[in-house]
């Protein structure tokens, strides 16, 4: 996958304050996540493959299974919506990256995104 850049996959990948748990692992470059989907239970291996100026993500995805071409596309496509892979920041970066308070957060935190990888529901139980 090529998120829009840039692109902080640390930064957007773990959030060690979104109330952890048990079903991920996260070392710097590498992310781990159980996930189900379309009613299968399948785990997640997301690396960082390129760099923020021009970042990659690798995405394994393991089902038990064989996985068709459509489920992964729709998998993919509810992936790079939930980290806001396609999330076009430039606006308010040039707004702000002057800014006496957000100009130094925006330093910090180039390139991360908002988002998390659970559904509503699954945020909400945790």
């Known amino acids: 996958m090529i998120p ?9 990948f773990h959030k060690p304050d979104h109330f952890a ?3 991920n692992f996260f ?7 159980t996930c189900r989907w379309k009613e ?3 785990g997640l291996k997301f690396e960082n493959k390129g760099t923020i100026k021009k970042p990659i993500v690798l995405l394994s995805v393991y089902g038990g299974k064989e996985l068709d071409e459509g489920f992964l596309d729709s998998l993919v496509k509810e992936i790079r919506y939930r980290y806001n892979l396609d999330l ?9 990256k002057n800014d006496k308070v957000l100009g130094q957060i925006i ?3 180039w390139g991360m995104r908002p988002g998390h990888a659970n559904s509503l529901y699954e945020y909400l139980m945790r």
């Open 21 to 23: 748990s048990g079903d």
């Open 40 to 42: 299968l239970c399948l």
């Open 4 to 12: 829009f850049s840039p692109f902080a996959f640390d930064a957007t």
């Open 107 to 109: 330093k910090k935190w």
């Open 27 to 33: 070392e710097p470059g590498v992310r781990w996540q």
């Open 88 to 96: 076009d920041l430039s606006d308010y970066y040039s707004q702000f």
